[in-house]
């Protein structure tokens, strides 16, 4: 491959293109090699800790649900859970004996530094929020990431009011977050002072996407009161 | 998410969550290159056109890498097609505008290990964009980064004039400086929720 | 073509821990070092992840380096750096979820890291299997004690724990920035200032003692 006229470039001879094609080559073929085996190596445990993850979150918002079933609301429609379809998850939690606990939904509201995503547990029987859980957030260490934590804020939300209106519509109160220490309705959230911006994104994600699933949901509620265990 | 407005997403990636002073990306060009306001403005335009270019090609790859299932190949080839968007920048711009190249030309095989770049399309990814939120996001990141070495520039070229004891000159003072901007920049937060 | 061996001491490995340390020495790497340092447990977390893809990536990249022809040398070292990251990701992801979503996306970044390239480029495609190995090792060793003094450090001031150990007691008040991302510039700083001035101390004592200079 010494042609004359390089020789007085360097000394070293030009690799043949096919060569540096045939490396290339190899290596991704290697590493390819080497990332499909762990992936298929690592697949089954980490499947089962987002499955482990997801369960302790929705019996965190829902006590008691020992199975669960996830639905997609997409298109103002409820589907069942599969790979296509981009949208709220839901998650129905039932008992040993397959009768529904509640429901557990996803919301997410901009708060102080990022989006704050929690899940939230809505029980049929009051029409009420029953609990809610942060499921990742970038608030303020000692500020706005005790939001699930802090007893008075979690106190708003033993019995959240978000019955639907008459026409079974939309919410017959909006979900509102209120400064410290002047909640006067069952439908408004207590502020925990000093994190009244992460204090909001949190009742605006459960009014966001309450307001999207109620209506659609509460029709439906008798169909899925009962599943066979 | 759905739900998030085009100028959100911009005012999140090139203010709030400023790429380099709040998420730490791209730290290296950041201390390195910000030592003259000129070159740092030519950088920043430059990280900028790269992070475009190669978060519209992220955007189509992974929209093929999950249509046939392949995700775990997501990082090789955010790789490849930011080392080959920097490379067909470089050939363009020389062929196209030798001015622009002499200007930003010397800073492109740099942006390659810029991790802001590869930030942005991993992030943009994990956040579910579709193809206008991820190139709005994308500009709002390469925005982002270019305030913060502007700012940076003309703190340092300041600090020159300025009578520094030697024991903490260079590296220490650039990252003490830094970190009032950070600091600064903290005070941005909250923008977006009210 | 090999330079003559040189025989694989315990300064092949230490070298790169303190004198040649990649942060402190070389400021190589700064954005890992400065975004997962906000506990002393992530940063160990990342170190240990930095320190596998360092030693999977010399010992391929030492032994292919015969084959790999020096125009494509950089986007073979890539691909390698990028198999070994994906591992470490899934790795992680199955055995520590909770560390692997307290790092997030920095964990897949580790492929921009100059580190591993730089240690490829410099060390590895030069020396034998096992000399690569062993310095890959004392770099990974050298960036994990970085990230451990400053997430130590960031995590005691910014939360009163180490490693999720309260330190304290109830009434100690955090200085809560240094666990925000300006702290991580300031521990950053205060760290290598404490290093210069340790260095300059030591220049002025031998200079004192006329004694020739050892120090750089």
Same mark, same amino acid.
């Not at chain 1, 260490?141 to 990431?145: I, R, T, V």
């Not at chain 1, 410290?180 to 439908?187: A, E, N, V």
């Not at chain 2, 203010?15 to 791209?26: D, K, P, S, W, Y």
């Given at each position: 491959m010494s042609a004359p006229h390089t020789s007085t470039l360097s000394a070293t001879p030009q690799t043949p293109s096919f060569r540096l094609i045939a490396v290339l080559g190899t290596v991704a073929m290697l590493s390819g090699l080497l990332i499909v085996l762990v992936y298929q190596w690592t697949l089954p445990t980490i499947t089962e800790q987002k499955r482990l993850a997801l369960e302790r979150a929705v019996q965190a918002v829902i006590p008691g649900a020992s199975s669960i079933e996830t639905l997609v609301l997409e298109g103002g429609q409820l589907h069942p859970d599969s790979a296509n379809v981009n949208g709220l998850h839901v998650y129905l939690g039932y008992d040993q004996a397959g009768t529904l606990q509640g429901i557990a939904a996803e919301g997410s509201g901009q708060g102080y530094a990022d989006l704050v995503k929690i899940l939230y547990g809505y029980d049929p029987a009051c029409q009420c929020i029953s609990g809610f859980k942060v499921v990742a957030s970038r608030e303020t260490?000692?500020?706005?990431?005790k939001l699930d934590r802090d007893p008075k804020f979690l106190a708003n939300f033993q019995a959240l009011d978000v019955q639907l209106d008459a026409e079974q519509q939309a919410l017959a109160n909006e979900v509102v977050t209120v400064k410290?220490?002047?909640?006067?309705?069952?439908?408004q959230i207590d502020a925990i002072s000093g994190a009244t911006v992460s204090s909001r994104a949190v009742g605006r994600a459960i009014n966001d996407s309450a307001s999207k699933l109620l209506p659609v949901l509460t029709p439906r509620l008798s169909e899925f009161a009962k599943r066979s265990p | 998410m759905q739900g998030e407005s085009l100028s959100f997403i911009f005012l999140n990636a090139a *203010? *709030?969550?400023?790429?380099? &002073?709040?998420?730490? &990306?791209?730290i290296c060009p950041f201390l390195g290159v910000s030592a003259k306001l000129k070159t740092a403005g030519s950088m920043g335009a430059a990280t900028l056109l790269v992070m475009l270019i190669s978060s519209a090609c992220a955007y189509g790859l992974n929209y093929l890498l999950v249509e046939f299932e392949l995700e775990f190949l997501r990082l090789i080839s955010y790789i490849a097609v930011i080392a080959s968007s920097v490379q067909l920048v470089e050939m363009v711009m020389k062929r196209f505008s030798p001015a622009l190249f002499r200007a930003l030309g010397i800073f492109l095989p740099l942006i390659t290990t810029n991790c802001a770049i590869l930030g942005v399309a991993l992030f943009q990814t994990t956040h579910e964009f579709n193809l206008v939120q991820s190139l709005v996001y994308s500009f709002g990141a390469g925005v982002g980064f270019t305030i913060a070495l502007v700012l940076m520039a003309g703190l340092r070229e300041k600090l020159e004039l300025s009578d520094v004891p030697t024991v903490s000159s260079g590296l220490v003072m650039s990252l003490m400086l830094a970190g009032l901007l950070s600091l600064s920049f903290m005070g941005f937060a909250g923008l977006g929720g009210h | 073509m090999d330079s003559k061996q040189t025989p694989i001491t315990m300064d092949t490995f230490l070298a790169q821990v303190w004198r040649d340390n990649p942060v402190f020495v070389m400021a190589l790497g700064m954005c890992p070092v400065l975004a997962v340092t906000s506990s002393a447990t992530n940063g160990l977390a990342m170190g240990i992840a930095s320190t596998f893809v360092l030693i999977g990536s010399n010992l391929l990249v030492s032994m292919l380096r015969k084959l790999i022809?020096?125009?494509v040398r950089i986007a073979t070292y890539i691909v390698i750096i990028a198999t070994f990251v994906t591992m470490v990701d899934y790795i992680l992801q199955a055995m520590a979820p909770a560390i692997y979503a307290a790092l997030g996306a920095f964990i897949q970044l580790i492929v921009v890291n100059c580190i591993i390239l730089g240690r490829a480029e410099a060390y590895a495609s030069k020396n034998g299997v096992l000399a690569s190995v062993v310095n890959g090792a004392g770099t990974g060793a050298g960036f994990t004690l970085a990230l451990l003094l400053l997430g130590g450090v960031r995590e005691i001031l910014g939360a009163g724990t180490l490693f999720g150990i309260d330190l304290f007691g109830p009434h100690f008040q955090p200085w809560l920035v240094m666990i925000l991302p300006p702290g991580g510039f300031f521990a950053l700083g205060a760290w290598l200032l404490l290093f210069s001035w340790l260095k300059q101390r030591k220049t002025r004592r031998a200079e004192l003692k006329g004694e020739p200079l050892h120090a750089g």
């Open positions: 260490p000692g500020f706005g990431d410290h220490g002047t909640k006067s309705k069952p439908w | *203010i *709030i969550n400023n790429f380099v &002073l709040a998420m730490f &990306l791209g | 022809p020096k125009q």
